[in-house]
Antibody
Framework: EVQLVESGGGLVQPGRSLKLSCAASGFTFSNYYMAWVRQAPKKGLEWVAT????????YYPDSVKGRFTISRDNAKSSLYLQMNSLKSEDTATYYC?????????????WGQGTLVTVSS | DIVMTQTPSSQAVSAGEKVTMSCKSSQSLLYSGDQKNYLAWYQQKPGQSPKLLIY???TRESGVPDRFIGSGSGTDFTLTISSVQAEDLADYYC?????????FGAGTKLELK
């Protein structure tokens, strides 16, 4: 069974940094592109970042480019999101998600999410 | 960026009804290389994470009941629930996975009439 378990969320002041982690199990982690998707309170879904199987390619929307960094450790079956220069609009539940094993980048599996609150 | 527009934003339904919801993209999601439409649908129940229902516009994810039907091509897509059940009350989102940045629609909320 595919499992994705996020951790690292919490309350952080504007301008500070936070690192999220996602522990994956139930599949061969190194074979799949992985991603982060967020959801602000009572709002819709927003894609945040995607990383290739080896970690050599990363993709971001303009809203987080230059502030957020996605990375992975295939030996530990773990995904990370380093978030710097946080803003109030980054307040959201952050989901770790797995892409399919075939061409296409929809989100086949999701974790339960971790809440990040950016506030002074 | 490709803009995804979902209508209606909310819909009140009764159990057993047939429901349709729309998703329109600002650019075609039909990839000429394989003639597939790069559009997915997700269901999110209150307090839960999203769940994949449909990918490539019409392919049902394993384990998804066959009352969920995805259709459409190009820029116009529809999610149909042939006979709504109580457990289908949720938010539904479409997502284009044709090109980065991946973008979602604002969602359609299914409520009880």
């Amino acid at each position: 069974e595919v499992q994705l378990v996020e951790s690292g969320g919490g309350l952080v002041q504007p301008g500070r940094s936070l690192k999220l982690s996602c522990a994956a199990s139930g599949f061969t982690f190194s074979n799949y592109y992985m991603a982060w998707v967020r959801q602000a309170p009572k709002k819709g879904l927003e894609w945040v970042a995607t990383i290739s199987t080896s970690g050599s390619r990363t993709y971001y929307p303009d809203s987080v480019k230059g502030r957020f960094t996605i990375s992975r450790d295939n030996a530990k079956s773990s995904l990370y999101l380093q978030m710097n220069s946080l803003k109030s609009e980054d307040t959201a539940t952050y989901y770790c998600a797995r892409h399919p094993g075939i061409k296409g980048h929809w989100f086949a599996y999701w974790g339960q999410g971790t809440l990040v609150t950016v506030s002074s | 960026d490709i803009v995804m527009t979902q209508t209606p934003s909310s819909q009140a339904v009764s159990a057993g009804e047939k429901v349709t919801m729309s998703c329109k993209s600002s650019q075609s999601l039909l990839y000429s290389g394989d003639q597939k439409n790069y559009l997915a649908w997700y269901q999110q129940k209150p307090g839960q994470s999203p769940k994949l229902l449909i990918y490539l516009a019409s392919t049902r994810e394993s384990g998804v009941p066959d009352r969920f039907i995805g259709s459409g091509s190009g820029t116009d897509f529809t999610l149909t629930i042939s006979s709504v059940q109580a457990e289908d009350l949720a938010d539904y989102y479409c997502q284009q996975h044709y090109s980065y940045p991946d973008t979602f629609g604002a969602g359609t909320k299914l409520e009880l009439k």
